[in-house]
């Protein structure tokens, strides 16, 4: 079992390069069974949740080789549309890899997905992509799910709300699809744009990403291409607020600040300075922090891209536990996601929780306790609470947190917090 030493009550101070974003590679890696060549990424993040993906890629017929942080998928043999059912239940994307596997061998089966508990998280929308597109799906009561198709048809499909994962499947199966295909109601969230840079480069016809409405035209073929991975909006936004509850000036280079502006907002109401860092060449490359003082109550309401992401719940439980005042926070995206608010009680949090929201009666001191990660967002809220906490603070199962953060005791000691690993698996 992974478990992280924290000792807190000290400012963070230093500058970190954040890693590649863990929620846009994921579905381009299953974007790479779509071309017959090599598609190489670089800046990929060596997590959990990449090097099992990786591992189901290999098993449906993919080569995959490592070059420190750059990964290349030769997808030019025989790909098989089954995925295995022990790989399935570790993570969630695994369910991206079907719209593409669709796309490229006109049959897939997978098995319901795993991920994080954080509330129901149906695959329905995902489903009626594919039979949109003409494809005939079933799912048997132990949960294998099936989806085949002679041929792919474009056609309108229409999410009455915007997943993402169903947005990115849809895509998918829908580049090689023959005609047109008009996706409303998709997601717009930034790895929606970055999967369809992607597939554009490859050889796709795609339009419209980043907003509602997004519309493909089939293609006959895809080819392979090289791409960067952007920076984790979502670890930038963890350290962030590591240092918006501990205190210090921190520089995230590699943040998107272009796609951070809802957070940027809710940091700078809760008292923080918050600057984008500009280039030599005047581009801008990351974001900087500062915070002096404790932070300001606020009420926030978690939403779709553009509004606050639910993946930064959790670590704004945190911040506000140690803030003047009561906030409010309400969880407008999964249904059960305010696991951590009882870990960070632990530490002296006071949290009410009442259906998807949460009063937080901010504390001038958080005590270092034992607590436990439970899921792989509130397990990084944990160590942004610890960072803030008096004493010291043993997260156990951080297992949860490898899924998502490439090596977070690294990352804090660099803005020098006093955080390391007890155990690593
Ligand atoms: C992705 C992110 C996750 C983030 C979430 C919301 C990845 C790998 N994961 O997850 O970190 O928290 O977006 O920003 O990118 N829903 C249905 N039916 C479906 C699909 C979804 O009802 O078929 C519901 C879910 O239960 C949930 C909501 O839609 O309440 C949002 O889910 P979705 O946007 O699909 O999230 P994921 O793609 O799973």
Known sequence: ?????????????????????????????????????????????????????????????????????????????????????????????????????????????????????????????????????????????EGKIEASAKELTGSMVYFPFPSVGATENALLAAVLARGKTVIEGAAREPEIISLCQLLRRMGADICGEGSSRIEVCGVERLFGTVFDVPGDRIAAGTYLAAVAGAGGHVRILKGPWEFMQEEIRVFR????????????????????????????AISLSTGPYPGFPTDLQSPMLAVLSRAEGISQVREAVFEARFKTAGQLQKMGAQIEVSGNCARIFGQERLLGARVQAMDLRGGAALAAAALAACGETMITDC???????????????????????????
């Open 269 to 296: 109401q809760i008292g923080a300075e918050v600057e984008p860092i500009s280039s030599k060449t005047g581009e801008v490359c990351g974001i900087e922090l500062w915070m002096e003082k404790r932070p300001k």
């Open 399 to 425: 297992i949860h947190i490898e899924r998502g953060y490439e090596d977070i005791c690294r990352d804090i000691r660099l803005l020098h917090g006093e955080i390391c690993w007890v155990q690593k698996k």
């Open 1 to 141: 079992m992974s478990e992280i030493c924290v000792q807190g009550c000290r400012p963070l101070t230093g500058e970190i390069n954040i890693q590649g974003s863990k929620n846009g590679v994921l579905p381009m890696l299953a974007a790479s069974v779509l071309q017959r060549e090599t598609l190489k990424f670089t800046n990929v993040p060596i997590i959990q949740d990449v090097l099992c993906m990786v591992g189901i890629l290999e098993s449906v017929g993919c080569c995959c080789r490592w070059d420190g942080h750059s990964l290349s998928i030769d997808a030019s043999g025989e790909i098989y549309g089954e995925i295995p059912r022990k790989d399935v239940g570790k993570m969630r994307s695994s369910i991206l890899l079907m719209g593409a596997l669709l796309g490229r061998t006109g049959r897939a089966v997978t098995w319901q997905p795993g991920g994080c508990s954080i509330g129901s998280r149906p695959v329905d929308l995902h489903l009626l992509a594919f039979s949109r597109l003409g494809a005939v799906v079933s799912e048997d009561e």
